[in-house]
């Protein structure tokens, strides 16, 4: 399977504030959405974020922590593995690899930091591997206008 994984680097804005508009281009394109974060603390936290990101834009979701799980278009969990709302895009906020999850239709990796943070090294060493494995990736780069850079 030839996966579609895209990588999305944000080095002036952090997960929290680029992360709901990302997520609403998702839910605008009528796409179920799973959101893996790092640890329960990310997941409140980015749970929190969906509800208050905007007084105009609304994304209707819920945590693994909730009930109704499998209604939500958007789903904040901790594990990839977490398939109740039948997502076909993964967003990812951790490094977590991927080869041998067939799960989704789209792969999204989004990092914060500098490109000597840890974590920021092991998102590009996942890019590097995907790269040579012919996955079809795409690396965008957030500058600081705002706008995706690729």
Not at 93 to 111: A, H, R
Request: with cysteine; proline share 3%.
């Amino acid at each position: 399977m030839n996966k579609e994984v895209s990588f999305y680097h944000l080095t002036s804005t952090p997960v929290e504030k680029a992360l709901p508009h990302l997520v609403f281009k998702i839910y605008n394109a009528k796409a179920r959405c799973l959101i893996v974060c790092k640890d329960a603390k990310q997941m409140n936290e980015i749970n929190d974020v969906l509800w208050t990101f905007s007084t105009k834009k609304f994304i209707p979701h819920g945590s693994t922590e909730e009930e109704n799980k499998s209604i939500q278009p958007v789903l904040v969990s901790t594990s990839i593995d977490e398939l109740s709302n039948n997502p076909e895009v993964v967003v990812i906020l951790n490094n977590q690899n991927i080869e041998s999850n067939t799960n989704f239709k789209k792969y999204l990796y989004m990092v914060y930091g500098n490109k000597d943070d840890f974590n920021v090294i092991g998102f590009y060493n996942l890019y590097q591997s995907y790269t040579t494995k012919s996955y079809k990736t795409k690396l965008w780069t957030l500058d600081m206008d705002g706008k995706w850079v690729a």
